[in-house]
Every structure is written in C-alpha cells, then in structure tokens.
C-alpha cells in the first residue's frame, strides 16, 4: 500500500530538518517547528500552506448516523464502505468500459480507523484510508470466485459486498453471488483495490485474471464522493450487518 504524501511541497520549501508534518492521528494534520521560533522565516513560508491543509482536513463532508467499526465476520464499517464501493465504483466503470462488477472485496487491514457517529470531516476519511489505492475491476472466472469464497471462509471475513456465505468449519457454504448461487462455469467482475488485484494479503486468487480495467479512481476519493453525495440527498452514510457472511 502506497501512502499518501500530504502536501509533500511544504517538506520541500522548509530550510532545515526541523520542520515536518505530523499525524496525531486526530481529523486535523498538523504542521510544527521545533525550534519553536514562530517568527521564524521557515514558519512564514509555511504557515499559509499549513492553513489550508488545516481547512481542507477540517472540512465537513457528511455525517455518520451511528459509529461506524471493522470487525468478523462482517462489520458495520466493513459493509458500508464495501457497498458504497461498489455503486461509485460501477457508476465510474459502466461510464468508462461499459459494464459493471457483481461483487467488490477489500480487506480489514486497508480500513485505518472507525468512523465516529456524527460530523465526517476531509481528515477522518484520510484517516480512514491513507492510502493511494487506486480501484481496478478484474474479470475472474467462476473457479477463482470459488477460491475467493474460501479465502474469505479461512480468513474470518472480510469487508464485500454483492457475497452472501456461511461459514461451516472455516470453509465457505453456500455461496450466493449478485442473488445467485455460484457458478463454477461462469465469471464474475470484482471491484477491488490495485494492492489486492496484485495479490496483497495473500490474495493468489487473482492472479491471471479473465481481465483487468483500472478505474483511475482512488478508493478514498470514492468514499468521498460517496459521503458528499449522501449530504445532497440529505442523507447520513450508515451501516447494516445483514448476514452477508456468517458463521452456521
């Protein structure tokens, strides 16, 4: 996973080592001297700079209706960002190729953080997903959905969406996806991350696929995008856990 270089340009106007960017891991990216020399001419250079990036991290996108965590076998967190994946990632797909996916699989380790009940500022999304994964659609054929349902099966879960599944035993029952039981004679589109499509976590399922699109869409923009659209409609981005994967 390639992470995001935050206004990298204010690293390369800073005259000394002492100035850097630092993550407190709150809604806010904050820039410091540690010379502490506010008057400092590294300060003046930087110090328009710092408040934009304060202003854009600070700025509100939406709201949550209820606390949004990660967890298995499914998630509150895990289903709501596979599933806004999924519509914006189709709707950016079938206007640049054409066609949609059934099915979109990230995993656990990408999604950074919760997302508190409430205000949604440009920085909790940063936080969510520091990341500069871009999302790829990948055609697989219906063995490597099988082998993909069983990933899912051994590994716990993972956050998916357009997948219904037990799992007995750590291995996958009863498989349904898009509505349909799987077919092993039939392929399948998923919409996932370019770490993922490249085998990260052990993915090995999507080696060789059918074929690939990227999308040229960064996942966190997606999520953006997502949670904007949702404060037009004058909606607040929620979560269900619906049995989507399972344990007998």
Same mark, same amino acid.
């Given at each position: 996973?390639?992470?995001?270089?935050?206004?990298?340009?204010? &690293?390369?106007?800073?005259?000394?080592?002492?100035? #850097?960017?630092?993550?407190?891991?709150?809604?806010?990216?904050? +820039?410091?001297? #540690?010379?502490?020399? /506010?008057?400092?001419?590294?300060?003046?250079?930087?110090?328009?700079?710092?408040?934009?990036?304060?202003?854009?991290?600070?700025?509100?996108?939406?709201?949550?209706?209820?606390? +949004?965590? /990660?967890?298995?076998?499914?998630?509150?967190?895990?289903?709501?960002?596979?599933? &806004?994946?999924?519509?914006?990632?189709?709707?950016?797909?079938?206007?640049?190729?054409?066609?949609?996916?059934?099915?979109?699989? &990230?995993?656990?380790?990408? &999604?950074?953080?919760?997302?508190?009940?409430?205000?949604?500022?440009?920085?909790?999304?940063?936080?969510?997903?520091?990341?500069?994964?871009?999302?790829?659609?990948?055609?697989?054929?219906?063995?490597?959905?099988?082998?993909?349902?069983?990933?899912?099966?051994?590994?716990?879960?993972?956050?998916? #969406?357009?997948?219904?599944?037990?799992?007995?035993?750590?291995?996958?029952?009863?498989?349904?996806?898009?509505?349909?039981?799987?077919?092993?004679?039939?392929?399948?589109?998923?919409?996932?991350?370019?770490? +993922?499509?490249?085998?990260?976590? /052990?993915?090995?399922?999507?080696?060789?696929?059918? /074929?690939?699109?990227?999308?040229?869409?960064?996942?966190?923009?997606?999520?953006?995008?997502?949670?904007?659209?949702?404060?037009?409609?004058?909606?607040?981005?929620?979560?269900?856990?619906?049995?989507?994967?399972?344990?007998?």
């Amino acid at each position: 996973m390639r992470m995001f270089p935050l206004y990298t340009l204010l &690293l390369l106007l800073a005259c000394r080592p002492p100035v #850097s960017i630092q993550d407190s891991r709150a809604d806010v990216i904050r +820039l410091s001297d #540690s010379t502490g020399g /506010k008057d400092s001419l590294t300060e003046r250079i930087i110090a328009p700079y710092r408040e934009k990036l304060e202003k854009d991290m600070n700025e509100v996108l939406g709201y949550a209706d209820t606390l +949004l965590e /990660k967890g298995q076998p499914e998630s509150l967190l895990g289903n709501a960002v596979a599933d &806004l994946v999924l519509i914006r990632g189709n709707l950016r797909l079938s206007g640049t190729h054409g066609y949609t996916a059934q099915v979109c699989l &990230l995993n656990n380790g990408g &999604l950074r953080t919760s997302i508190p009940k409430g205000p949604i500022t440009r920085g909790k999304i940063y936080e969510l997903m520091p990341f500069e994964n871009q999302l790829v659609a990948l055609t697989i054929t219906g063995q490597q959905m099988s082998d993909l349902a069983a990933y899912l099966a051994s590994s716990g879960g993972m956050p998916v #969406s357009g997948i219904q599944m037990k799992i007995v035993n750590k291995s996958p029952a009863v498989v349904i996806v898009n509505g349909t039981e799987l077919n092993k004679k039939t392929n399948y589109v998923i919409l996932t991350s370019d770490y +993922l499509a490249a085998g990260g976590d /052990k993915m090995s399922f999507f080696s060789n696929p059918v /074929k690939t699109d990227t999308l040229d869409y960064l996942l966190r923009d997606a999520i953006i995008d997502h949670i904007r659209s949702l404060q037009l409609e004058g909606k607040k981005l929620s979560g269900k856990k619906d049995g989507r994967i399972r344990y007998e």
